[in-house]
């Protein structure tokens, strides 16, 4: 099969490619050369993809392998809704000029419920990197992933890479697909709930903190769900009406959070865009897709509903 290397790019062109591989072979061969041609034009280039395929890759590289940021996105991007602030953009932020980043964040062992965030995440790059000097360049495992994820990549990359090929995606539709993933979640059980406004803010994090101790939640958990509660109420009395319902549940094994206000989030990048250090806020949603395992958001004109999922295991 012939190597993919990424045409090159003018000053302040943003690349975001989808690779379509089949097999290891495939893998190696549409990423090592791109990760290779970045380093010989002096890019500095980041390779995050789940361990399997990261170890593989860091093996085929040889010694040039530590002139490359490798992160295991499994971890790093366990939440898609973390991964723009605190994968891509933090790698690309930190260096000047051009940078080249693979970054995988769909895989087979993803949940129905973190695939919806997953598209989400894919086509909001294009939003946040708009007239940076980058190239990223997206792995889809085609032998295994269901065709309708293929298809919903053409939709949020416009350029796609296949056999050794490279053509524009006539479907290339990524405003759309925002769009789309802004959908009602699915109904919550008929968990208990709590109302709270300005003055019931501590009322509402002592009945998260209850539940964390009834379902279970390791310390560590235990923290990160009281974080997110502050956060999460807090946004809603200051942005979504004075006031709120939450609710907490557990479902499998994880644990639930939602929070319910009248507010209408109009930003689709809210969480996901670094806040510049000499702003005093823009940091409330990053740091809950920083805790949570999931963050899914479904906001119309009436109202906003947030949930955020986190792993009992921690």
Not at 125 to 151: K, M, Q
Not at 259 to 287: F, K
Request: some cysteine; hydrophobic content about 40%; charged content about 25%.
């Amino acid at each position: 099969m012939s190597a993919i290397v990424s045409s090159g790019m003018r000053a302040g062109d943003f690349a975001h490619e989808a690779l379509v591989y089949r097999g290891e072979a495939e893998l190696l061969a549409g990423t090592v050369p791109f990760v290779l041609g970045g380093l010989a034009g002096g890019e500095p280039v980041a390779v995050a993809v789940p361990e399997p395929n990261l170890r593989l890759i860091e093996a085929e590289l040889g010694d040039s392998a530590q002139d490359v940021r490798l992160i295991d996105m499994s971890e790093a991007g366990r939440n898609p809704g973390r991964i723009i602030p605190g994968v891509l953009r933090a790698f690309a932020d930190a260096h000047q000029g051009r940078v080249r980043i693979i970054g995988e964040p769909v895989w087979p062992d993803r949940s129905s419920e973190e695939y919806p965030a997953c598209l989400l995440h894919e086509a909001l790059i294009n939003d946040a990197f708009a007239g940076r000097d980058a190239t990223i360049l997206c792995p889809y495992d085609g032998a295994r992933l269901e065709l309708s994820v293929l298809r919903d990549a053409e939709a949020t990359h416009p350029v796609w890479l296949k056999g050794g090929e490279r053509s524009r995606s006539e479907r290339y539709a990524p405003d759309e697909v925002v769009a789309t993933c802004n959908v009602a979640l699915p109904a919550p059980p008929d968990a208990e709930s709590i109302e709270f406004d300005i003055g019931g803010l501590a009322r509402a994090r002592a009945f998260a903190a209850g539940k964390a101790a009834e379902l279970g939640l390791s310390r560590e958990r235990f923290d990160d769900l009281a974080l997110i509660v502050g956060e999460l109420c807090g946004n809603s009395v200051q942005h979504g009406g004075g006031r709120g319902t939450l609710r907490v549940w557990p479902e499998g094994d994880q644990v639930i959070c939602q929070v319910e206000d009248a507010g209408r989030l109009d930003d689709p990048l809210a969480g996901r865009r670094p806040a510049a250090l000499d702003s005093p806020g823009g940091r409330g949603l990053l740091l809950v897709n920083h805790l949570a395992d999931l963050v899914r958001v479904h906001t119309t004109p009436s109202g906003t509903t947030s949930r955020a999922y986190l792993h009992r295991d921690g």
